[in-house]
């Protein structure tokens, strides 16, 4: 089993900058792939990012590219969003996941093996 609990969501004015933290416990943090979600109200949960085991291989959703970055610490069992240059459709409730593979995490949030409990990212002026 793996607990996950986000942190460092909140308000911030369009143009401004988050980061999220994903803190980990349980079994071996280093072994699981690490992503990020969200989900904006009447809308599904959708891939944001996501990174593997070492931090070598990483991924993003098109809209993000340029303005997010994901990362990882093992020796501290957190993963990372640092968000810049944010934009009102960047609003949502963001979710961290862990799964024991990146073909999992990419392939939706139907597969994935555990959930934090989301933190809400509002964007606006």
């Known amino acids: 089993q793996v607990q996950l609990v986000e942190s460092g969501g909140g308000l911030v004015q369009p143009g401004g900058s988050l980061r999220l933290s994903c803190a980990a416990s349980?079994?071996?943090?280093?072994?699981?792939?690490m992503g990020w979600f969200r989900q904006a109200p009447g809308k599904e949960r959708d891939f944001v990012a996501a990174?593997?085991?070492?931090?070598?291989?990483?991924h993003y959703v098109d809209s993000v590219k340029g303005r997010f970055t994901i990362s990882r610490d093992n020796t501290k069992n957190t993963a990372y969003l640092q968000m810049n240059s944010l934009k009102p459709e960047d609003t949502a409730v963001y979710y961290c996941?862990?799964?024991?593979?990146?073909?999992?995490?990419?392939?939706?949030?139907?597969?994935?093996?555990?959930w934090g409990q989301g933190t809400q990212v509002t964007v606006s002026s």
């Open positions: 990174i593997s085991t070492s931090g070598g291989s990483i």
């Open positions: 996941a862990a799964s024991a593979t990146l073909n999992t995490i990419l392939r939706g949030p139907s597969l994935i093996n555990y």
């Open positions: 349980g079994r071996s943090f280093s072994h699981y792939v």
